[in-house]
């Protein structure tokens, strides 16, 4: 299972993005989704997970500005950020587990750089 993300860069705060990413090797539909992010010097951190039946769920410091969704129609899985803040700079990754196995495959990261 490959995972592909893109979509970062570098915005203004309460400026938007949108993340997307990318799987392919399986079905998708199988998979729950999530977003992790990690700042400099920070462990690594969940952000958003979305269930394979398309339930989302959030980590309280983006709930209301975050929204994951999924195509299963595409293999893909978005992030979209909106009321960007300088906290949320960070690489954020993407990951998959399948339902019923122990396994996570995770991509690369992308930078979201949120200044002024």
């Known amino acids: 299972v490959q995972l592909q993300a893109s979509g970062g860069g570098l915005v203004q705060p309460g400026g938007s993005l949108r993340l997307s990413c990318a799987v392919s090797g399986d079905i998708f539909s199988l998979y729950v989704m999530g977003w992790y992010r990690q700042a400099p010097g920070e462990q690594r951190e969940l952000v958003a997970v979305i269930s394979t039946g398309g339930n989302p769920s959030y980590v309280n410091s983006v709930k209301g500005r975050f929204t994951i969704s999924r195509d299963n129609a595409k293999n893909t899985v978005y992030l979209q950020m909106n009321s960007l803040k300088p906290e949320d700079t960070a690489v954020y990754f993407c990951?998959?587990?399948?339902?019923?196995?122990?396994?996570?495959?995770w991509g690369k990261g992308t930078q979201v750089t949120v200044s002024s």
């Open positions: 990951k998959s587990k399948k339902i019923g196995s122990d396994l996570d495959y």
